[in-house]
């Protein structure tokens, strides 16, 4: 419905728009139907015409996806480091953080005028599966 396009989304991650992933597809297809969901009525009755809304919402949706992937793709086996010797082993120890690149963050704050005040609903971060820290900040 908002036209996220999977090429951007992987361009905001910093990863290559011809990544062929299944996961990919997916969290593009899930942020849109979740932001059907948590924007006021209003908002979506207006996007077919309001052409600056749909860019807006748009951006949105690829940040959020965007930063969705990313902390995935930080999360892969290959992409960690750490060494081991006989029975001594060192690692980063700490898992990344929940949005490494802040696009989460940045997409939901582009959400915020539009959504419902439903409180069945929560907090937008929580919806999009961001809770706790960012980076060692706290997430507001």
């Known amino acids: 419905m908002f036209g996220l396009q999977r090429s951007t989304v992987l361009w905001w991650a910093g990863l290559s728009p011809t ?47 965007a930063g969705m992937i990313y902390a995935r793709w930080l999360r892969l086996p290959e992409r960690s480091w750490g060494w081991r010797i006989g029975e001594l082993e060192a690692s980063p120890g700490a898992r990344p953080p929940l949005d490494p690149g802040g696009l989460i963050e940045r997409g939901t704050a582009r959400l915020k005028p539009y959504l419902v005040s439903d409180p069945k609903f929560g907090p937008l971060a929580s919806v999009f599966g961001v809770t706790g820290k960012q980076g060692g900040e706290a997430i507001s």
């Open 19 to 65: 990544l062929s992933d299944t996961f990919v597809d997916q969290v593009v297809s899930d942020v849109d139907t979740i932001m059907q969901h948590v924007l006021r009525p209003e908002v979506i009755a207006a996007v077919p015409s309001n052409v600056p809304l749909q860019a807006v919402l748009r951006v949105a949706g690829e940040e959020i996806a």
